[in-house]
């Protein structure tokens, strides 16, 4: 059995359908992370998990028990806010505590527990200090041990790395992750981020509009993307249109309008006539320069149009002589190729015929 | 640094005076130099028909008299003590009854709110006086007319709208996500509001109480209007020195310590609420 279920939950304000049937189990111990746009639903998703929304259709479980009409307090599921709403009047101490006193622990427990859940965090001396004396991280790590210290069967957190800067997002992005595995707590995560979903989840339900357009394992979902939204979203791709043609060995096909046959693998399922796009994803995309052979059957003739030296990798867009734009990213250190391209250079755009992935629509 | 908060203060020491110059100006005119009168007058010997008797009539400059007067009978201090108990009691009779409405205010949608603070503060849109007849009307009737209840419940009528209106700045401050994290750890309504709400509101009620039981000190029209002959408040006393009795030094020295009595009250609760609030200036 699940610890959570969601079955066919749709949640209106007026005329706008926020939450649009979604349906989904989070097994227990799970790193769970809802991705999606702003407006995508997750964090109306995520407060009806909390209890202070209820679905106007389908329903939520946990441990296979309803939770309609449960209010929040009663729910053993706690909230990591993103503003992360620490109790100004009260010390880092008083506010890792209130849980507990919430439920009613004795005193001597809820010493032991706050002392414990603050050397989880790394803040052991900081129990006396009021929140508005604490850097952000700090307040990002006594929210998460305020959320923790009473062990909720879950804890959803709402974008909480969104106030940190670069630097401290990816220190937390870590801290995360060993906090996650060491208390055995089931983490549900909301975030608009792909990178930090990527690098955080065990599994991704990527959403849009209301809807789980995939649900799937982080590297599914960037080698594997279902829709061309879900491509789109997660990483760079090149998206090039596409129409399904029957070969003659019996296996499926693509054309281009602009570039011709291609050798691909549309997949299992396909019919001849479908149109849709070819999503390739750029470190997929080799270039060589004009006069070196290249011997894929993709391969097309381009210049280089526009560069970005990003220091480990450059991303080109090369345009193609043929019409499409094709971006492609290259370790600029490869072994036997230090070789960069400048803006202007005539160059050879190929990939392999199982690089890229066919999507309809 | 120093170039950045001299920037940030508002320029050159030139333009800081050219600000601050005329507030000090008046403060001095119109609140030091009366105070010092006040203060001179406690220790001269009153004049037959009211004022002063003239230094130069060989009077002393320098007489304890008054103070003498007014520690040497226990009736002062007992109206001291009275005073002190009704500025308390309609303290506390504020903070109960603007509580709520400040509350209520804070909450509604944001749109109505300026409305209601606009209703709160409407009844200072006619004259005071004859807001406090329109009391002898309706007690009246009740027969509750010249009875400590009446005076209390027109002081209370009066200062009002002081407690709701920093309640409700304070209130209207609060961080609904707050709530919503207490809920979520599992406090229900009541825990929610004696945990967060309250204890963030201590500062709204300590400015709703300074604006309330100070003034209520020294208001003479609601115990004259209202009040019984027992009813007699310090504010009375004061004005009758000065108005009845023409015992200016007299009046003078219960002003005094009238002042003093309040500076240590106040530097009270402020030793009390630097030990009981600390953490709230975040919020406050």
Known sequence: ???????????????????????????????FTLLGPSGCGKTTLLRMIAGFD?????????????????????????????????????????????????????????????????????????????????????????????????RPRLLLLDEPL??????????????????QRDVGV?????THAQQEALALSHRIAVMNRGRVEQLDTPERLYTAPASRFVADFIGKINLVDVEVTGNSHGHAGLRSPALGD???????????????????????????????????????????????????????????????????????????????????????????????????? | MDERREALEGGSRWTRWLVAGPPTAFLLAFFLVPAIIVVAASFREPGEFGGLVPLAAGAAAFSLE??????????????????????????????????????????????????????????FASNFLVR???????????????????VIAGMVYVHLPFMVLPLYTNLEKHDPALLEAAQDLGAGAWTRFWRVTFPLSLPGIWSGSALVFIPVLGMFAVPELLGGTGDVLIGNLI??????????????????????????????????????????????
């Open chain 1, 1 to 31: 059995m699940p610890l959570l279920e969601i079955k066919g939950v749709t949640r209106r304000f007026g005329d706008l359908v926020a939450v649009d049937g979604v349906s989904l189990a989070i097994e227990a111990g799970e790193f």
């Open chain 1, 162 to 179: 969104g106030a940190l800067d670069a630097k401290l997002r990816e220190e937390m992005q870590v801290e995360l992750i060993n906090l």
């Open chain 2, 132 to 150: 406090i007849y329109a009391w002898i009307m309706l007690l009246g009737p009740a027969n509750l007319l010249y009875t400590p209840f009446a």
């Open chain 2, 239 to 284: 004005k009758e020195q000065f108005l009845d009795n023409r015992d200016w030094p007299l009046g003078s020295a219960l002003s005094i310590g009238l002042t003093l009595a309040v500076l240590a009250l106040a530097g009270l609760a402020a030793a009390l609420s630097r030990r009981g609030l600390k953490g709230t200036e975040a919020v406050s």
């Open chain 1, 54 to 150: 209820e679905p106007d259709q389908g329903a939520l479980f946990l441990d296979g028990r309803p939770l309609a009409g449960i209010p929040p307090e009663k729910r053993p599921v706690h909230t990591v806010f993103q503003s992360y709403a620490l109790f100004p009047h009260m010390t880092v101490a008083g506010n890792i505590a209130f849980p507990l006193e919430m439920a009613g622990k004795p005193r001597g427990e809820i010493a032991r527990r706050v002392a414990e859940t603050l050397a989880l965090v790394h803040l052991e001396e900081k129990g006396g200090a009021y929140p508005h004396e604490l850097s952000g991280g700090q307040k990002q790590r006594v929210a998460l041990a305020r959320g923790l210290v009473n």
């Open chain 2, 66 to 123: 008054a103070y003498r007067f007014v520690l040497g009978d226990i009736v002062y201090a007992e109206i001291f003590a009275a005073s002190f108990a009704v500025a308390a009691v309609t303290t506390a009779a504020c903070v109960a009854l603007a509580y709520p409405l400040a509350w209520l205010i804070a909450r509604s949608p944001r749109k109505r709110r300026d409305l209601l603070v606009l209703l709160v503060i409407l009844p």
């Open chain 1, 186 to 190: 089931t983490f549900v995560f909301v």
């Open chain 1, 262 to 361: 291609l050798a691909a693998e549309p997949g299992n399922g396909v019919v001849p006539g479908e149109r849709g796009v070819l999503a390739l994803r750029p470190e997929l995309v080799r270039v060589a320069a004009r006069g070196e052979t290249v011997e894929l059957r993709n391969r097309f003739p381009g210049t280089v149009r526009e560069l970005l030296y990003l220091g480990d990798v450059t991303l080109y867009k090369v345009q193609l002589e043929a019409g499409p734009v094709i971006e492609a990213l290259l370790a600029n250190a490869a072994p036997g190729r230090a070789k960069l391209f400048k803006a202007g250079d005539a160059v050879t755009v190929a990939w392999r015929h199982d690089a890229g992935v066919f999507l309809r629509g």
